[in-house]
Each structure stands twice: as C-alpha cells, then as structure tokens.
C-alpha cells in the first residue's frame, strides 16, 4: 500500500530528527576530543613544569653545598692572611675538591641531555661482569658484604664495554652502599627469550639483602637528582645516568623491592648472542 503524504512528511521529519541527532553527537565528541587533547596539554606542560622544578631545585641542592665550602674557605684564605702555610694549603685543596665536585655533577648533567657515541662492539658479558666484580671487590669486603655471580649461559652482546661497566658498577656500588652492616650482593646473567616485542634479550640481574626501596621511592629512583642518601654522599644522577646509557643500548632498566627482602635492579639488554 502507496505511502500517503502525511506518513512521507512524518517520516522526513524523523530522518532529520535523526540527523540533527547525530549532528549534536559528533559535535558533543568532537568537543570532548578538543577538551581532552587540551587537558592533556596541559598535563604534559604542568609535568614538563614539574620536572624542570625538580631538576633546578636538585641542581641548587647539589651546587649550593660545595659553594658553601668555597666561600667560606676563600673567606678564611682573605681574613686570616698571616695564617701558617699548611693551613693555607689545606683551604686551598678544599677549595680545589669542591670544584671538581661542582665539574663532576655538570658533566653528569650534560651526559644525561647529550647523546652518547657509543663505541659499540662484540662483548662477553660474563668476562665484564667478572671484571665488575673485581672492581668492587675492596668496598665489599670493607663492608662486609659477599659477591656471588651466577651465569646460567655464556652471553654475548653488542654495546660499549666502557659505559656498560659504568652502568654495572654504579648499581654495586650503590647496593653496597645499602648494606654497611654486611650482605650479599648477587649477580645472575641470562637469556630472557621473549625479551620485548618477542625479541630475545641479555638480562644482567643484581640483588642485595639490603633494607629495599620504600613503594612511594620506586617511580622517581631514575629521575635525576632524585636520592635517599644524606647531602655529600650521592647526586642522585648515577641511577639517571645509567638507566640513558641502557636506554641508548635499546634496552631499558627495572627495580624493585624484593618479597624476601633488599631490592634488585634488572638490565635489560637485546639482542644476546648465546656462546657455544
């Protein structure tokens, strides 16, 4: 049966009904769109705010305490001019001290917004995690603490043996630190199959029976200047650092706090070659 007029007109009506609908909805969704990319904007601008707030206010922590020393050093060397030589002396290798403590947390500074030039080569991970451990050995035993390495397989990879070492021995030296009354340090190296984005990967584990990391301090432990350690003992750059240098291998850096007690830290490497 032919569609009358009236029934043509209703339906006409509700089609634009419909489309007038649908015109509001994708108005309403384009408006939520341009709301949420600016709030996100705005969020990444209060983060980048954020950061830059932290890292000045560690970069003022950090120099202020050596310019402290400077200045009231050099006031000594200028007020007290008949001082004996020894004396004087001293001052002046404070000052000197100071000064190259200021130049070695600006060149930690600059590491951290340069790109590296990575002197890439074939290494054995189990003949560098040796020469770690020997390093280390002296501040280990001072402390008390035992090293036990454990290389299930025989890895190779790609990288720089020189930063990678710096990254290795940056991680002891600060689970050492962990440890005054004595521990053990353990340092397990490993094919991790799946890796990440089902490449294989090279993991180089260290664990300590140290006290841990509190939860609230796991999300901030590779922001630069971030740091537990009373003022004159750490910069709160090594882990920052280190965690670049991995990042510029294409591998990445995990902590974390262990259920039996102490912490670990996890470097992840791709690309492992296993040695016959």
């Not at 000594?76 to 004996?84: G, V, Y």
């Not at 790609?158 to 990678?164: M, Q, S, V």
């Not at 710096?166 to 440890?179: D, G, H, R, Y």
Request: glycine content about 8%.
């Amino acid at each position: 049966m032919p569609a009358n007029g009236g029934e043509i007109s209703q339906l006409a009506l509700e089609f634009n009904r419909m489309a007038d609908h649908l015109e509001e909805q994708r108005n309403a969704a384009a408006l939520e769109a341009d709301e949420k990319l600016a709030l996100e904007r705005e969020l990444r601008h209060s983060e980048r705010l954020a950061s830059v707030g932290r890292l000045a206010a560690g970069v003022a922590h950090e120099l202020g305490a050596p310019l402290q020393v400077i200045d009231g050093r050099a006031k000594q060397l200028l007020n007290q001019t008949d001082a004996p030589i020894d004396q004087r002396q001293r001052n002046l290798t404070i000052i000197r001290s100071q000064t190259e403590r200021i130049s070695r947390i600006v060149r930690q500074l600059l590491n951290l917004s340069r790109p590296y030039n990575l002197k890439l080569q074939r290494i054995n991970l189990d003949q560098l995690l040796s020469e770690t451990a020997e390093l280390i050995q002296t501040n280990a035993q001072r402390a008390g603490v035992s090293i036990e390495i454990d290389t299930r397989e025989s890895l190779k990879v790609i990288g720089d043996p020189e930063l990678l070492n710096q990254v290795f021995l940056n991680i002891c030296f600060n689970a050492i630190q962990e440890m005054p009354n004595g521990g053990t340090l353990k340092i397990e190296c490993f094919e991790d199959p799946s890796g990440s984005n089902d490449h294989a990967a090279a993991v180089v584990r260290f664990s300590d029976t140290g006290p841990g990391i509190p939860p609230e301090n796991l999300p901030n432990i590779f922001d630069p200047f971030f740091t537990t350690k009373e003022v004159g003992n750490g910069t709160g750059l090594g882990l920052a650092v280190s965690s670049r240098i991995i990042e510029e291998h294409g591998g990445w850096i995990e902590a974390e706090t262990l259920k039996e007690g102490g912490a670990s830290f996890t470097v992840h490497l791709p690309n492992p070659v296993v040695m016959e």
